[in-house]
């Protein structure tokens, strides 16, 4: 299961009920932060979650509302003794833009950092999930991102029962779609298994409306994105390369997601953001505002 945690849903500036841009996805033991806004340790607290869980960091762009959280959210990891190395990632300059950053304060302990430069293409890859960043066109570079789980399979274990087989190593091959060998007889694991397809969580957070946007969506069971204006301020948008709530979705409706959830609205529309809602859903009936604190279990 993957489960998904709203910790700002903000535009540039926070408000009373929203911080900035922050999403947190648990997988098993990864806990991966998506972009890292001011305050978002202390949404960490509010919520009773521990940063020291977190296991990468992917971030969208270094624009100020994705990146102000970073260096405190740092320097309580190395107050905290995190011990593991915390992987972060990011699009080409991540790599200049930490160095600036690290060299800005001082840290009384030491943090074991690696850093990861992105391009398009899948960059983090295990037997249960992939992940993968595509380019976006923004006045920053600027990626968005890919949580894949794999295929996998559920054995059928009254069958084998039936036949004398135990749960044990034996099913391991099984569980992997692959044939075994039993008492010399091939077990099939076609007619032993059912195929369990992987759950898909595609993130866009700032970008002007682009091909890679629907390519990056494909088959989503869950698109989270910006929605930065309505389509009156269309011209805006194109002008500060953001999308508007119709074109996110209609990348939504044309690669076939499943749910869509809106953030990164612009406080034009703060206590009337029913406006950007209602315009998605005119196209794509099945989206949803993203509100600080919402929990999603996929």
Known sequence: MVEITFLGTSQAIPTKEKNQASILLKYGAENILIDCGEGTQRQFRILGLNACKITKILITHWHGDHILGLPGLLQTLALSNYSRTLEIYGPIGTKYYMKKMMELFIFREKLKVEIHELSNGIFFETKEFRLEA?????????????????????????????????????????????????????????????????????????????????????????????????????????????????????????????????????????????????????????????????????
């Open 134 to 298: 595509l380019k976006m066109r923004h006045p920053a570079p600027c990626l968005a991102y890919n949580f894949t789980e794999k295929t996998r399979y559920r054995i059928d274990m009254t069958k084998l029962n039936k036949i004398g087989i135990k749960p044990g190593p034996i099913l391991k091959e099984l569980q992997q779609g692959k044939n075994i060998d039993f008492q010399g007889k091939k077990i099939d694991a076609k007619k032993f298994t059912k195929e369990v397809l992987g759950k898909k969580i595609s993130f866009i957070l700032d970008t002007a409306i682009n091909e890679n946007c629907y390519k990056i969506a494909e088959n989503s069971d869950v698109l989270i994105a910006e929605a930065c204006f309505s389509k009156l301020e269309e011209n805006l948008a194109k002008e500060r390369e953001h999308l508007t709530a119709e074109q996110i979705a209609d990348v939504a409706k044309k690669s076939k997601v499943k749910k869509l959830f809106l953030m990164h609205i612009s406080q034009r529309y703060d206590r009337r953001e029913k406006i950007i809602l209602d315009e998605a859903k005119k196209i794509f009936k099945n989206s949803e505002l993203a509100k600080d604190f919402m929990k999603l279990e996929i």
